[in-house]
């Protein structure tokens, strides 16, 4: 079936002090785009991992098929759609694939074989649920809302700019944080430490199963002892948590701890031993 990408955004700030905004989008697109998304840089990422995820679940999802049958033509970009019986045979092939596909998969499962391999053959016609959050994405909308873009990718940036348009930031001051999942009850009653804690927490769970606000505070602290108890640590979840830089005289305050942001210091920045130097 043709499934738009879904785009939701689990966080919008603003901070007046430096005039930046921040976003923490959780988007839901076809699983082959996700490698020309990686190429942005400027975007702080988690996703979905098949190695975390069980077989049946998977199996279970709907298969994914492309925007449109395009036709073959000189370039990357199919300039018109296939029709007739060309259409229904490329449309009868890619799902027939993809139950072949399907089917090895079960064999694999009844082998014994884990299913950080049993679940790859499944990538091409699933989706994969990401957690994306970024300061900048004029460069983003630039290549990606594009008519040489890809159908699906262009689709997803437009969704992007679409729910920002619909959308109110929260304002921040200085030494407030821009954290993902945190309600406005946990804001009022928890430490600052703890509403951290747990953004951090409930960004990793997307790994496995976006946050849908099942865990106990048990269950999140001990992914959280799981990410950073170890070495070397497990610190991309921290770099969807961030609190507004100052800018003085023309420079920023904390400009090497921003980490891929652009006037924000990143919770990961902050972290001992946040990666290992070379």
């Not at 976003?23 to 990686?38: D, K, L, N, Q």
């Not at 890619?94 to 950080?116: D, E, P, Y």
Request: overall charge positive; aromatic content about 10%.
């Amino acid at each position: 079936m043709h499934i738009e990408p879904e785009v939701s955004l689990v966080e919008y700030s603003y901070s007046d002090i430096n005039k930046k905004f921040l976003y923490t989008f959780h988007a839901r697109y076809w699983r082959p785009i996700h490698s020309e998304v990686m190429t942005h840089r400027k975007f702080g990422r988690n996703a979905r991992s098949s190695r975390a995820v069980p077989n049946k679940v998977l199996l279970r999802e709907p298969i994914v098929e492309p925007l449109y049958y395009g036709a073959n033509q000189p370039g990357m970009q199919s300039w018109g759609e296939l029709t007739g019986w060309r259409r229904l045979l490329a449309r009868m092939t890619w799902l027939a694939l993809a139950h072949i596909t399907r089917a090895g998969v079960r064999v694999l499962n009844f082998a014994g074989l884990h299913k950080q391999w049993s679940n790859r053959p499944l990538e091409w016609f699933g989706c994969i649920d990401v957690l994306i959050t970024a300061s900048d994405l004029e460069n983003w909308y630039a290549l990606r809302d594009h008519s040489a873009a890809a159908p699906e990718i262009r689709l997803l940036a437009q969704k992007m700019k679409q729910v920002v348009a619909t959308s109110t930031p929260r304002l921040l001051m200085e030494g407030e944080w821009h954290l993902p999942f945190i309600s406005p009850v946990e804001r009022e009653t928890l430490s600052l430490d703890e509403q951290i804690t747990r953004s951090i927490t409930r960004c990793a769970r997307i790994s496995y199963k976006p946050f849908d606000g099942s865990d106990t505070y048990g269950a999140e602290l001990q992914r959280y002892n799981k990410l950073f108890g170890q070495v070397p640590i497990h610190a991309s979840p921290a770099e969807h948590q961030a609190t507004p830089d100052l800018l003085l005289d023309g420079r920023w305050a904390n400009l090497k701890l921003h980490g891929n942001l652009t006037g924000w210091i990143q919770k990961r920045k902050l972290i001992p031993n946040e990666n290992i130097p070379g």
